[in-house]
Nanobody, 116 residues
Framework: QVQLVESGGGLVQPGGSLRLSCAAS????????MSWYRQAPGKERELVAL????????HYRESVKGRFTISRDNAKNTVYLQMNSLKPEDTALYYC?????????WGQGTQVTVSS
């Protein structure tokens, strides 16, 4: 049974930090590119960051470059998103996604709220 379980979300003040985790099971994690998406109320889901399966190449949306870092630990079947210098506009439900060219899976999401 495929599972992606996100954790680490919460309420943080502007300028603060959070580290999201996504624990995977039920598939060959190391073969999948992993990504983090987010969706704010009334907005479309958007890609935040991606890390490839083999080379570890990373890609970020422009608004989070220099503040967010995606990483993966294939031994622990886990992908992380370190979020620093958080802004109110980062408030959203954050999802992780596992994908290959023929398959993809989504987690249920973890809420991140940036507010004073």
């Amino acid at each position: 049974q495929v599972q992606l379980v996100e954790s680490g979300g919460g309420l943080v003040q502007p300028g603060g930090s959070l580290r999201l985790s996504c624990a995977a099971s039920g598939f060959t994690f190391s073969s999948y590119a992993m990504s983090w998406y987010r969706q704010a109320p009334g907005k479309e889901r958007e890609l935040v960051a991606l890390i490839t399966s083999t080379s570890g190449y990373t890609h970020y949306r422009e608004s989070v470059k220099g503040r967010f870092t995606i990483s993966r630990d294939n031994a622990k079947n886990t992908v992380y998103l370190q979020m620093n210098s958080l802004k109110p506009e980062d408030t959203a439900l954050y999802y992780c996604k596992a994908a290959t060219t023929w398959n993809s899976f989504w987690g249920q999401g973890t809420q991140v709220t940036v507010s004073s």
